[in-house]
């Protein structure tokens, strides 16, 4: 055996042994290995028998130790695919999920060309935007600086014009700007919901989760003052909680929208809102 620990005949320090004794589902292992290693995983399958550099190993098993604590895969891989793009994301910024690219599909069929995406995170909506719509005019916002220098890299990395802008919802907007499309995913959770302290919530940013007692504060701002943006036919687009349909719903009839609609996720959860400013005609 020499000086190298063997398991089951194989150096512990390849491929396959380090994936088999992580404590960690295969898939999320061969991932963090990839990292760690910088090997894509048909190399690593490919020779995964043979013993790997040291500073691998031991980036592998810092990274295997921080994900059995929950860290989530995402910020150790440092990226999430959305929409078939990959996209940087950090603990400054949400982790994409596959719910709000229905906020994107949504989004598409209506007419811009000036579009806003509001609380834009990591930039996926807004960049999404700019790229399947090369002819519209999209403006990513964000009261966070670091979540605007991630969505910054990810536009500049993908391709995509966006103008951003830092400020809290509409301030961030220069005055008497109007708009043809309005899209968010705002925070929508409660404070003290007992969903805070499972799964990968507990280390994403509380700002984009949380919004007050209720989880509606961020929607009912962004709702009201939304008229005063949007051009006359102009829509809003509302990604929010499973159980806050009627309740978004209601506050946009009662700010004035019309055609207002509830959409489904892919899980059948009512998870979109929209409605239309009414033109000068209405």
């Known amino acids: 055996m020499g000086d190298r620990a063997e398991r089951g005949g194989r150096p512990a320090d390849c491929a396959d042994a380090l994936v088999a004794a992580s404590g960690l589902p295969r898939l999320e292992a061969r991932a963090l290995l990839e990292a760690a290693t910088g090997r894509d995983r048909s190399w690593l399958v490919a020779h995964g028998d043979e013993p790997l550099p040291f500073a691998a190993v031991g980036e592998f098993l810092r990274l295997a130790a921080l994900r059995r604590a929950g860290r989530p895969l ?27 690219e229905g906020l994107v599909d949504w989004a598409l069929e209506l007419p811009g060309p000036r579009v806003v995406d509001l609380g834009t995170g990591s930039g996926v909506i807004a960049i999404s935007l700019a790229l399947e719509r090369p002819d519209w ?27 951003w802008r830092q400020g809290d919802w509409w ?12 899209v968010s995913n705002p925070p929508y959770i409660a404070a003290g919901d007992e969903h805070l302290a499972r799964g990968d919530l507990p280390h994403e940013p509380a700002m984009a989760l949380v919004s007050g007692e209720t ?4 929607i009912r701002t962004i709702i009201a ?21 009627d309740a978004v719903a209601g506050l946009m009839r009662a700010a004035g929208f019309v055609d207002v609609t509830v959409r489904r996720d ?12 009414p033109d000068r005609r209405a």
């Open 137 to 163: 005019t999209v403006v990513g916002v964000d009261a966070s600086a670091r979540a605007l220098a991630t969505a910054r890299a990810n536009a500049i990395r993908l391709g995509a014009r966006v103008e």
């Open 171 to 182: 301030t961030a907007l220069a005055p008497g700007s109007k708009y043809d499309l309005v």
């Open 266 to 277: 892919l899980a059948g959860l009512e998870r979109l809102c929209g409605g239309r400013r």
């Open 215 to 218: 989880g509606l504060e961020a």
């Open 225 to 245: 003052r939304a008229p005063q943006w949007l051009a006359p036919g102009g829509w809003l687009l509302l990604e929010h909680g499973h159980d806050q349909a």
């Open 74 to 100: 995402a910020y150790l891989l440092g990226e999430r695919e959305f929409r078939g793009r990959m996209f940087r994301v950090d603990d400054a910024v949400l982790i994409p999920r596959p719910e709000t």
